[in-house]
């Protein structure tokens, strides 16, 4: 399956992002789907997860409240909407795609797209 992110940019402290991330390829349901994120110079990290059907979610601790996953499987797309936005989520964002359920690790998506940088300024 190859992955389109997209919908990344420059916004204040305080402020909404909504990121998306449109499939091709393959079977679009076939896929837990993750959002992770890289800092400059730090590990990536996991940002959210979300079920095949979009039936389970689950957040890091750092975004928990303020980002929300969800998915649209009739247009291939999942999208992560990123409100009260700090500095500290300043980072490249990454959607992944993994068989079976979602997981918090990295290293276990096999799909991942491009990247799209999202930047907040204090």
């Known amino acids: 399956v190859q992955l389109q992110a997209s919908g990344g940019g420059l916004v204040q402290a305080g402020g909404s992002l909504r990121l998306s991330c449109t499939a091709s390829?393959?079977?679009?349901?076939?896929?837990?789907m993750g959002w992770f994120r890289q800092a400059s110079g730090k590990e990536r990290e996991f940002v959210a997860g979300?079920?095949?059907?979009?039936?389970?979610?689950t957040y890091a601790d750092s975004v928990k409240g303020r980002f929300t996953i969800s998915r649209d499987n009739a247009k291939n797309t999942v999208y992560l909407q990123m409100n009260s936005l700090k500095p500290e989520d300043t980072a490249v964002y990454y959607c992944?795609?993994?068989?079976?359920?979602?997981?918090?690790?990295?290293?276990?998506?096999?799909?991942w797209g491009q990247g799209t940088q999202v930047t907040v300024s204090s």
């Open positions: 992944a795609a993994r068989d079976g359920y979602w997981s918090s690790s990295w290293r276990d998506y096999g799909y």
């Open positions: 390829g393959r079977t679009f349901s076939n896929y837990a």
């Open positions: 979300i079920s095949r059907g979009g039936g389970s979610t």
